[in-house]
């Protein structure tokens, strides 16, 4: 076999020629394209990647936040709670006040008025008693009870001291008159024995009248012109009243 030099370094050259062209007009163009392309793709990469860690740190930071918000809302419905408690405290307290109050001042006025009422109680029950002995004391007994009660007046008027005694003479020295009233009217004898010891006591000259007031339930009431002598029982009853009354009213009574 023969081999063609001049064949063969003419295709030689007309394949260098080619690998020039190639290289020139095809190859360098493809591999700027595929440069720009690459650096295009790995631009989008970048941009890709840039855009994944955005949503990570996105993602993240909505985790947080939600987390946050989890925990906000815990700690809000931990404080409302506790602040429902508080405020139902105060108010149970409150009430518990309220009713404490509500029941001293209903317990303040049961026992006004049972205060009251026991001293209303003790009046009427001061007053029945009152009116017991005046209607026992008015009945009339046996001998009555003016002539002992008249008795104690004069008898009084005895046990005066003797300055007194003068004092009483010197009322009834101008022409004044001792008037004795008695529950009820005196008989003869026990007029003449009054005016007796009367006129012994201040005066043998003094006028003695005589008169009759039921009201002083029995006994008997000496009246000088400035002086009245009492011994009765409408006065002693009256005393007895007014102590009974008086004692009632005193700090510490039950």
């Known amino acids: 076999m023969r ?9 030689a050259a007309n394949f260098l020629v080619l690998l020039w062209l190639l290289q020139h007009f095809l190859y360098r163009p493809v591999q700027g394209i595929i440069a720009e392309r690459q650096q295009r793709t790995e631009g989008v ?8 860690s955005a949503a ?22 931990e404080e409302a709670h506790a602040r429902a408690k508080q405020e139902a405290a105060a108010l149970l307290e409150r009430a518990r006040a309220d009713a404490e109050k509500l029941l001293a001042e209903q317990r303040q006025r049961i026992e006004q008025e ?26 009339p007994g046996e001998g009555g009870a003016d002539g002992p009660l008249l008795g104690d007046a004069l008898a009084s008027l005895e046990a005066l001291s003797e ?6 003479n010197g009322q009834v020295a101008d022409g004044g008159a001792v008037q004795v009233v008695t529950a009820a009217p005196l008989d003869a004898a026990a007029s ?4 007796r010891r009367l ?10 009248q005589f008169t009759a007031d039921a009201a002083l339930i029995a006994g008997a009431e000496l ?32």
């Open 114 to 139: 049972r205060a009251e009422a026991a001293e209303a109680l003790r009046q009427d029950a001061i007053d029945l008693a009152v009116a017991i002995a005046r209607r026992l004391l008015a009945e």
């Open 163 to 168: 300055p007194e005694r003068r004092e009483l």
């Open 45 to 52: 990469i970048a941009e890709a990647n840039a855009a994944k």
């Open 192 to 195: 003449a024995e009054a005016t």
């Open 223 to 254: 009246h000088f012109p400035h002086t009245v002598v009492r011994h009765n029982w409408r006065d002693s009853l009256r005393e007895i009243e007014e102590d009974l009354r008086r004692d009632g009213r005193a700090p510490g009574h039950a």
């Open 199 to 208: 006129r012994e006591l201040v005066g043998p000259d003094v006028e003695v």
């Open 3 to 11: 081999i063609d030099w001049w064949t063969l370094a003419l295709q």
């Open 56 to 77: 990570e740190g996105l993602r993240h930071e909505l985790e947080g936040q939600r987390a946050a918000i989890v925990t906000e809302r815990e700690h809000a419905l």
